[in-house]
């Protein structure tokens, strides 16, 4: 499933974020890179792995559990305690 694709439409979040700045609700001062468009990504770009990484990092956040030293080649890594 391709984000932005007919099933799954972009959403622009640029009022929302207006909104949580001016009412103070979060800590993030206005910048011209807020306004600018990001360039499309490769169609050859898996999105599924994106997701999975996204997920992982929600997951370890919620139990208290940051991945530490982890090796970048290799993707081997041990989770603190």
Same mark, same amino acid.
């Given at each position: 499933?391709? !984000?932005g694709?007919e099933d *799954? $439409?972009? !959403? %622009?979040?640029?009022?929302?974020l *207006?909104?949580?700045?001016?009412? @103070? &609700?979060?800590?993030?001062? %206005?910048?011209q890179?807020?306004? *600018?468009? $990001?360039?499309?990504? $490769? +169609?050859s770009? @898996?999105?599924?792995r994106i997701?999975?990484?996204l997920l992982?990092i =929600?997951i370890? %956040? +919620?139990?208290? &559990?940051p991945?530490r %030293? ?8 041990f989770? =603190? *305690?």
């Open positions: 499933m391709e !984000i694709g *799954r $439409p972009l !959403i %622009d979040n640029t009022q929302l *207006r909104h949580l700045m001016v009412n @103070k &609700l979060i800590r993030l001062h %206005d910048s890179i807020l306004n *600018r468009v $990001p360039n499309s990504l $490769p +169609a770009c @898996k999105y599924e997701e999975g990484m992982g =929600a370890g %956040d +919620a139990l208290g &559990l991945l %030293d982890s090796n970048r080649s290799t993707g081997i890594g989770m =603190a *305690r």
